[in-house]
């Protein structure tokens, strides 16, 4: 999670210069307007941090002055991905590019976990000194982005053809994912105390890498590799009595991506 913490400042400098052509900047045949298809696996590490909370006088000695217990779990796994994209490119000079492309995305596959909690069902300690276990899940539904490239075009590796190109990419999109939360004291009868939260919630990640594009001028494919961060949260309750406590639950994913595009180019020369 340590890239989390980052100044996202110079990302969004970045986004915004794309947008930006230098004096004197000329056209090649990858010049232009361009649109493409990606196909790509995205390695994901979730982390879900549930806590119960209950303000001061609510519960008996001695919590009275009030009671916080917090768990979390972990579970790597993947999201598949497929995403179209639209966008123009510009050269700076003769082989250093700048780019921006608006990018739609669609998703599949769920990470999921169990969150082992504190309480199995015993009656002593008393229940609100302990988190309920419970099966938890994460999925992304479908996003819209923008991002920005800064490429070069290397003047060796001919083999790798006329649109071969080496770049950057940094970018942000509005993703829209759900998350599903149990919750199951595994008590009997009227100790029994269980349930399901299901919430669809918007986040904003954000992405950083690198690729390598080769293929003709016109027709060319694209290996990527990206980092991205993203999270979201959800809250019940109000900690002011016993059969209310304040139970917030997040969410933080960070990916490892790796992709393959296609990418058509439709240049000022045609």
Same mark, same amino acid.
């Given at each position: 999670?340590?890239?989390? $913490?980052?100044?996202? $400042? &110079?990302?969004?400098?970045?986004?915004?210069?794309?947008?930006?052509?230098?004096?004197?900047? &000329?056209?090649?045949? @990858? %010049?232009?307007?361009?649109?493409?298809?990606?196909?790509?696996h995205e390695l994901a590490e979730a982390t879900y941090t549930k806590s119960v909370h209950y303000n001061a006088g609510v519960l008996p000695p001695p919590l009275e002055d009030g009671s916080v217990i917090a768990g979390e779990?972990?579970?790597?796994?993947?999201?598949?991905?497929?995403?179209?994209?639209? =966008?123009?490119?510009?050269?700076?000079?003769?082989?250093?590019?700048?780019?921006? %492309?608006?990018?739609?995305?669609?998703?599949?596959? @769920?990470?999921?976990?169990?969150?082992?909690?504190? /309480?199995?069902?015993?009656?002593?300690?008393?229940?609100?000194?302990?988190?309920?276990?419970?099966?938890?899940?994460?999925?992304?539904?479908?996003?819209?982005?923008?991002?920005?490239?800064?490429?070069?075009?290397?003047? *060796?590796?001919?083999?790798?053809?006329?649109? $071969?190109?080496?770049?950057?990419?940094?970018?942000?999109?509005?993703?829209?994912?759900?998350?599903?939360?149990?919750? +199951?004291?595994?008590?009997? *009868?009227?100790?029994?105390?269980?349930?399901?939260?299901?919430?669809? $919630?918007?986040?904003?990640?954000?992405?950083?890498? =690198?690729?390598?594009?080769?293929?003709?001028?016109?027709?060319?494919?694209?290996?990527?590799?990206? /980092?991205?961060? &993203?999270?979201?949260?959800?809250?019940?309750? +109000?900690?002011?009595?016993?059969?209310?406590?304040?139970?917030?639950? @997040?969410?933080?994913?960070?990916?490892?991506?790796?992709?393959? *595009?296609? @990418?058509?180019?439709?240049?000022?020369?045609?």
């Open positions: 999670m340590w890239l989390r $913490r980052n100044n996202t $400042r &110079w990302l969004f400098i970045f986004i915004a210069s794309s947008w930006i052509v230098a004096p004197g900047a &000329w056209a090649n045949d @990858t %010049e232009g307007w361009f649109a493409g298809v990606r196909f790509g779990d972990s579970a790597n796994d993947g999201f598949n991905s497929f995403s179209a994209n639209l =966008g123009y490119r510009a050269f700076l000079s003769d082989r250093v590019y700048l780019s921006g %492309e608006v990018e739609g995305a669609v998703y599949g596959s @769920t990470v999921q976990g169990f969150f082992e909690g504190t /309480y199995t069902g015993d009656t002593n300690p008393i229940p609100s000194q302990h988190i309920f276990p419970g099966a938890w899940s994460v999925e992304k539904n479908h996003s819209i982005g923008f991002n920005a490239r800064l490429g070069y075009v290397p003047e *060796g590796l001919a083999f790798l053809g006329e649109g $071969r190109s080496v770049y950057l990419i940094s970018g942000v999109k509005w993703l829209d994912a759900t998350f599903e939360a149990a919750f +199951d004291n595994r008590g009997v *009868g009227d100790q029994a105390i269980r349930g399901v939260t299901r919430r669809t $919630r918007n986040a904003v990640p954000w992405l950083i890498g =690198g690729g390598l594009e080769f293929g003709s001028s016109k027709d060319r494919f694209d290996v990527r590799i990206h /980092y991205s961060s &993203w999270s979201m949260d959800y809250a019940s309750g +109000d900690g002011a009595t016993e059969q209310s406590a304040y139970v917030p639950n @997040t969410f933080d994913v960070d990916e490892v991506a790796i992709s393959l *595009g296609y @990418t058509r180019s439709f240049s000022l020369g045609m």
